[in-house]
């Protein structure tokens, strides 16, 4: 069964640091894209990067290049997205994705609530 | 990028069809036929219910199909239930060899 499973909530201050995580298991980690895909309160989802952990290839929307860095260590099939300075703007739930292809999401994690407030 | 237009909702009554359009470029949706689709009910994750323009993953009902027409992918629900009421998300393929959301369909059934 594929499961993926993404850290826990965050509570942050505008500008502190932060990793999250989404561990796959029950599938080939290096052979599926796995995407980052942001959704803000009552907001419509966006798809912020991904990356093919067989070779590190990883691509990001232009929205999010240079905002965030999406990572991945095959030695424990987890995926990562971080921030090296967080805002308030970016509160919000975030999913991990998993994807054969790199043109859509088969699978997808629980999401992971990030809220930042001082 | 920005984001492919969908309507902000549409309804329909128990065993009608409705269909969800999502328009973008050809830079986007008339350029490849990578066009998905996605369910999400409140609080939960999206599910993927459509993927390259009409094809459905195992396990999804034949109720749900999809097409494309130039620049404008659609989904087509039939039989509507009371289930499919959720929020729905076209996304597409893009040039830049990314990819990106539909601004989102609020489905309502009546």
């Known amino acids: 069964e594929v499961q993926l499973v993404q850290s826990g909530a965050e509570v942050k201050k505008p500008g502190e640091s932060l990793k999250i995580s989404c561990k796959g298991s029950?599938?080939?980690?290096?052979?599926?894209?796995i995407g980052w895909v942001r959704q803000m309160p009552g907001k419509g989802l966006e798809w912020m990067g991904i990356i093919y952990p067989g070779d590190s290839d990883t691509r990001y929307s232009p929205s999010f290049q240079g905002q965030v860095t999406i990572s991945a260590d095959k030695s424990i099939s987890t995926a990562y997205l971080q921030w090296s300075s967080l805002k308030a703007s970016d509160t919000a739930m975030y999913y991990c994705?998993?994807?054969?292809?790199?043109?859509?999401?088969?699978?997808w994690g629980q999401g992971t609530l990030v809220t930042v407030s001082s | 990028q920005s984001a492919l237009t969908q309507p902000a909702s549409v309804s329909g009554s128990p065993g009608q069809s409705i269909t969800i359009s999502c328009t973008g470029t050809?830079?986007?949706?008339?350029?490849?036929?990578?066009v998905s689709w996605y369910q999400q009910h409140p609080g939960k994750a999206p599910k993927l219910m459509i993927y390259d323009v009409s094809n459905r993953p195992s396990g999804v009902s034949n109720r749900f199909s999809g097409s494309k027409s130039g620049n404008t992918a659609s989904l087509t629900i039939s039989g509507l239930q009371a289930e499919d009421e959720a929020d729905y998300y076209c996304?597409?393929?893009?040039?830049?060899?990314?990819?990106?959301f539909g601004t989102g369909t609020k489905v309502t059934v009546l």
């Open positions: 050809s830079s986007d949706v008339g350029g490849y036929n990578y």
């Open positions: 029950g599938y080939s980690f290096t052979s599926y894209w």
């Open positions: 996304s597409s393929y893009t040039s830049s060899s990314t990819l990106v």
């Open positions: 994705a998993i994807g054969s292809s790199s043109d859509y999401f088969d699978y």
